[in-house]
């Protein structure tokens, strides 16, 4: 498999996870977390889709496109070892979507910086709420949930409390 499916395999099933994320958890009024800005294209996605739910952003430094950027007030700036911890004190266990996608090219550094965040997003998410994240996550109390039609094994996962 070349660099290029699997790139794709991955845009793919982040649009497939999250369509059926923001769908499944569309009658909670609680906040959607975007864990990587990046380019912006799924946070643009986001909020092209989600009405109704504020969309904070994480991210260490802005560097997305312009028609991508999240207003001021809805970015928390930060490596997110440090702001998962305070966002649990601001706002609870009351996320209705987190949206992970923070790994780069190296795997195992992907996989360990998973199993490190994994109990930080974990008491998050709101009861109903989901996850959905480009990399597996090591949780002691989600659920690991089947992926929706479209979406490639191994390139998404969604877990739910
Ligand atoms: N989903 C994005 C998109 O569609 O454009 C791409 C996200 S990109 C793969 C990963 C982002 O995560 C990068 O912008 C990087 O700065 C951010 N990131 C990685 N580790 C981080 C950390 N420890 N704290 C905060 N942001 C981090």
Redesign the pocket.
Known sequence: MSRLDLFIDRMVSQRACLDHAIAETAAMPGPVFEL???????YHHLREKVSGRPIYV????I?SHPDSTPPDEMAILG???DTLPAALERFGATASLVHA???GHNRAKNDAFARLISPLVEPLLARGGLMVSSDRMYFDTLTELPLPAGAVPERCFIYSR
């Not at 990587?36 to 799924?42: D, I, P, V």
């Open positions: 990587g800005l990046g380019n912006g294209r799924t994480f991210e260490r430094a560097a490596d997110v070892r996608d923070l790994g």
